[in-house]
């Protein structure tokens, strides 16, 4: 019977030949599920995230900060979202670097210990370079920097009318009856911001671009290039109509000082984040912190969504290019969408042929929006 965990696995590999992963298996590239030695972890490759205090960046060839190259945000996988429970009444400036150590060596511990369970193939794990999270060095305690209560704010009656909605239309099908009912992410077209610059176990890089005037950001989870105009006293550029909606949004940017700010807004309710609506309007910061750092922070400003507004930020490590994106080839080869209606197909003729001799089955629990999340 299909569970929500091989369904999120088969859009976790949706680009990975299943023929290619049966060849690694007969090979013996692939472990037999036991428990991970730390000696089997492959090395990491990221030069050390040093930040410094008054950091200043280069400028480039026209005057602006430099930000350009490549970055990752595995050091950042593990990180609670919100404040956990244990920390109640505590910021995060609390929390001390002795403490931060002792729970980065409890996250990496578990995250050795989850891997063998994490493969399509009965009793095996995954090839350990599938994984990028290892030995993730967190910059710090959780993500949301809010200091009342760490935690996402409450949201309003209209937010949870529109997901009540959202929740009787899909009640009106199956979350696999066809490639429609998957998100958005299972079907190849794209995460979204932020959850395309949200850590995974894999596809964790990007690219930022610099030129006169624009900031490009290239990801490399399902290959997305987002282009950010420069607005300045001599350039203003005013947001694209409020009629037209885009999946990235419609992003300006400025540089405060050295630091990048990005205004995004223009949404559609087809890529919303946590239940935002399509008024969101999301403010980022990519603020240099030393050499190999920019800490980038997000807020959100949705008063149809939320009672007020909330930021969360995470830290970028610099790699040498050659660490960049890779191509990300999900279209031309989506077996992940393939498996899951495949896999619903023969759960629902299993299900029927239970009926058939009396024995009542219950569909598998899914989530369509697992992959966004």
């Known amino acids: 019977m299909t569970t929500p965990k091989f369904l999120a696995a088969a859009s976790v590999l949706a680009v990975i030949s299943t023929t290619g992963l049966l060849a690694q298996q007969s090979k013996g590239d692939v472990r037999t599920a036991k428990p991970i030695n730390q ?28 930000i350009a190259g490549a970055y990752t945000n595995s050091d950042e996988s593990g990180i609670p979202f919100e404040r956990p429970a244990q920390f109640e009444g505590k910021k995060l400036a609390d929390i001390s670097q002795e403490q931060l150590a002792a729970m980065v060596k409890q996250r990496q511990e578990q995250t050795v210990e989850r891997t063998p369970g994490l493969s399509e193939f009965p009793g095996a794990t ?13 910059s710090r305690a959780w993500l949301v920097t809010d ?21 009787r239309e899909r009640s009106r099908h ?25 850590p995974a176990i894999y596809g964790n890089s990007y690219q930022i671009l610099q030129g006169p005037g624009y900031v490009a950001i290239k990801y490399e989870m399902v290959n997305e290039t987002r282009i950010i105009p420069l607005v300045s006293a001599s350039n203003n550029l005013p947001h694209i109509s409020d009629k037209i ?10 540089f405060e000082g050295n630091t990048l700010v990005v205004e995004t807004t223009n949404f559609t309710d087809k890529t919303a984040y946590r239940g935002s ?4 309007k999301l403010v980022e910061h990519f603020k240099p912190i030393g050499p190999n750092t920019v800490e980038w922070s997000v807020t959100f400003d949705d008063p149809h969504t939320w009672t007020r507004p909330w930021t ?25 969408m393939h498996n899951m209606l495949t896999a619903a197909r023969a759960e629902e003729a299993e299900i029927k042929a239970a009926a058939a001799k009396g024995i009542v089955k219950a569909p598998s629990v899914q989530d369509p929006d697992e992959g966004e999340k």
Request: proline share 10%; with cysteine; aromatic share 10%.
């Open 39 to 66: 000696s089997d972890l492959p090395s990491q490759l990221r030069p050390e995230a040093k930040i410094v205090k008054g950091y200043v960046p280069p400028k480039t060839a026209w005057g602006d900060p430099m």
């Open 174 to 198: 199956g979350p696999a009856d066809a490639a429609e009912d998957r998100s958005l992410y299972d079907r190849c077209i794209t995460r979204g911001i932020p959850g395309s610059m949200m």
């Open 126 to 138: 995954s090839p350990l370079h599938w994984f990028e999270n290892y030995r993730a060095e967190n």
């Open 277 to 280: 609506s399509e008024y969101l």
């Open 147 to 167: 200091d009342t209560d760490g935690k996402v704010p409450p949201t309003t009656p209209e937010a949870a009318a529109r997901a009540a909605a959202r929740a």
């Open 312 to 336: 969360f930020a995470m830290n970028l490590t610099k790699v040498p290019d050659a660490q960049g994106p890779f191509e990300y080839a999900c279209s031309e080869g989506n077996y992940g």
């Open 245 to 254: 909606r885009e999946y990235l949004g419609d992003a300006r940017g400025h």
